[in-house]
Structures are given as structure tokens and as C-alpha cells.
T-cell receptor, first 111, second 115 residues
Framework: RKEVEQDPGPFNVPEGATVAFNCTYS??????FFWYRQDCRKEPKLLMS???SGNEDGRFTAQLNRASQYISLLIRDSKLSDSATYLC????????????FGSGTRLSIRP | DTGVSQDPRHKITKRGQNVTFRCDPI?????LYWYRQTLGQGPEFLTS????????KSRLLSDRFSAERPKGSFSTLEIQRTEQGDSAMYLC?????????????FGPGTRLTVL
């Protein structure tokens, strides 16, 4: 099993829709989690950090389910500009300085 | 701009040549990381530094790869005897160590093409 797994998508949804995708992780001791957004041929940009049960920032909500070892990202009222790849990142069990990234979920918002 | 910077942004080289990339982290950040990313994949950890000390090096990293951070500020990543499989985006990130995990901020990357 990969340390961090994501559904690669693509998720293709209409503008204004709500979309959610999950990220599963294998390290049950992880205390923090990150969602990054990456546009084509650009660097990852931090979208949200999750340190407890969840976090909310405007239209974006991240929720953590420790029992099932997954985190989810919910995007409400999606905009065309939300089209990107969303990367989940989880610290490696044995190292505080090493973060493992998932392969990313591609999201495409259509008009 | 006070973000992470990387130089060059693009590098095309012939197989067998050596290449060196530079990363300048956010000035107050003491941790620095190198990642490699190929199409359709997430960033893959290569190595990390805290100040000038190398913290970790991926077991996947061959001996042809070496990284330094001599004064605890900028870092260089050198690839010797490049191979076509080295073609990728090389990303640098930095963070300010505190607690168990720090939030990492990425530079724009260096895109390497090995012909």
C-alpha cells in the first residue's frame, strides 16, 4: 500500500457544483496534513493545513478521519479558476522533516 | 519577492553532462528540501537540510546526486553524468522548523531535460 493515495481523477464538474475528494494515508501516527494546489507546469502552492479534525477557509473545507485514516477536501460553489491538481501531503512516520505527497487529483471545472 | 527562488528555471543538457541547480529559500527559514516531480506524479522527496546539516537523503537517490547547503542559506543540487531518466521538474521548498512538522513553501522549480 502506498503511504499516501489519491484518486487521480479527473473530476469534471460544472461551475457552481460542490466536489469532494479523499486522500488515504498509512501512517496512523501522523498529526498534521496538508493540501496543496498545483497548476499545470507550476509549483505546488499551500491550500490548507489540517492539524485536528478539520479546517475551513472560505469555499474550501478539509476534514480528517483518523479512524479510517483519510482526509477529504470539499470545494463548494466551484469556480473555473479552481481547475488544478490537488495534492495531499502527509509527514513520514519516522521523520518530521520528510513529507510524502500523493500523486494528486485532477479537477476540471466546466462552464 | 521574498519567496523561494530557483535558478535556472529551465535546463537542457546532453546525456552524460553534469548539471547544478541553485535554491534560495525564504530568508528566515532554516529548513530546506529538494524534491523531484515527473508528469502525473506528486513531488518525490530527495533530501532535506536544517541549516547547513543534511537531515535526510532518499534511498532512491543515486550516488550521482549530491546536495549541499554550505552556509545554511542557499543550497545546490548537482547531478553528475545525467541520464534521460533524470528529466523532471526539480523543486525546492523551505520551512521554519517548529514542532513536529513545518509548512513547506515551494519555489518555481527547475525543469531539466536530458537529451
Amino acid at each position: 500500500r502506498k503511504e499516501v493515495e489519491q484518486d487521480p481523477g479527473p473530476f469534471n464538474v460544472p461551475e457552481g457544483a460542490t466536489v469532494a475528494f479523499n486522500c488515504t494515508y498509512s501512517n496512523s501516527a501522523s498529526q498534521s496534513f496538508f493540501w496543496y494546489r498545483q497548476d499545470c507546469r507550476k509549483e505546488p502552492k499551500l491550500l490548507m493545513s489540517v492539524y485536528s479534525s478539520g479546517n475551513e477557509d472560505g469555499r474550501f473545507t478539509a476534514q480528517l478521519n483518523r479512524a479510517s485514516q483519510y482526509i477529504s477536501l470539499l470545494i463548494r460553489d466551484s469556480k473555473l479558476s479552481d481547475s488544478a491538481t490537488y495534492l495531499c501531503a502527509v509527514p513520514r512516520y519516522s521523520s518530521a522533516s520528510k513529507i510524502i505527497f500523493g500523486s494528486g487529483t485532477r479537477l476540471s471545472i466546466r462552464p | 519577492d521574498t519567496g523561494v527562488s530557483q535558478d535556472p528555471r529551465h535546463k537542457i543538457t546532453k546525456r552524460g553532462q553534469n548539471v547544478t541547480f541553485r535554491c534560495d529559500p525564504i530568508s528566515e527559514h532554516n529548513r530546506l528540501y529538494w524534491y523531484r516531480q515527473t508528469l502525473g506524479q506528486g513531488p518525490e522527496f530527495l533530501t532535506s537540510f536544517q541549516n547547513e546539516a543534511q537531515l535526510e537523503k532518499s534511498r532512491l537517490l543515486s550516488d550521482r546526486f549530491s546536495a549541499e547547503r554550505p552556509k545554511g542559506s542557499f543550497s545546490t543540487l548537482e547531478i553528475q553524468r545525467t541520464e534521460q531518466g533524470d528529466s523532471a521538474m526539480y523543486l525546492c521548498a523551505s520551512s521554519s522548523a517548529g514542532g513536529d512538522t513545518d509548512t513547506q513553501y515551494f519555489g518555481p522549480g527547475t525543469r531539466l531535460t536530458v537529451l
